[in-house]
């Protein structure tokens, strides 16, 4: 089955930045129409924060709109979330997955905790 690594978070002030990444193992990344970051809160349930689909069409919640930008290294079988401008709501644990309904999920990786300080 295909495995999922998050790396990349941290402990950051607000306004700072970061860059998660995200390497799949067992799937060819290029092939899958739909991969997206999502974050989790506490209390509060997952949801999806960055996605690219169909190669090239990039889709973000208002959330994150113009703040965070997600990219892919096919080659690497990496992906990426660049994250600027960060508040202390961007805090959770994020994890990547696919990100459209035709494709089931991966089985989810341990995810990457990110904190923002105020």
């Known amino acids: 089955q295909v495995q999922v690594v998050e790396s990349g978070g941290g402990l950051v002030h607000t306004g700072g930045s970061l860059r998660l990444s995200c390497t799949v193992s067992?799937?060819?990344?290029?092939?899958?129409?739909?991969i997206g970051w999502y974050r989790q809160a506490p209390g509060k349930q997952r949801e999806l924060v960055a996605a690219?689909?169909?190669?090239?069409?990039?889709d973000y919640s208002d959330s994150v709109k113009d703040r965070f930008f997600i990219s892919t290294d096919y080659a690497q079988r990496t992906m990426y979330l660049e994250m600027n401008n960060l508040k202390p709501e961007d805090t959770a644990v994020y994890y990547c997955?696919?990100?459209?309904?035709?494709?089931?999920?991966?089985?989810w990786g341990q995810g990457t905790q990110v904190t923002v300080s105020s």
């Open positions: 067992r799937v060819i990344l290029r092939h899958v129409d739909g």
């Open positions: 997955n696919t990100a459209i309904p035709t494709i089931s999920r991966w089985t």
């Open positions: 690219i689909r169909n190669g090239n069409r990039q």
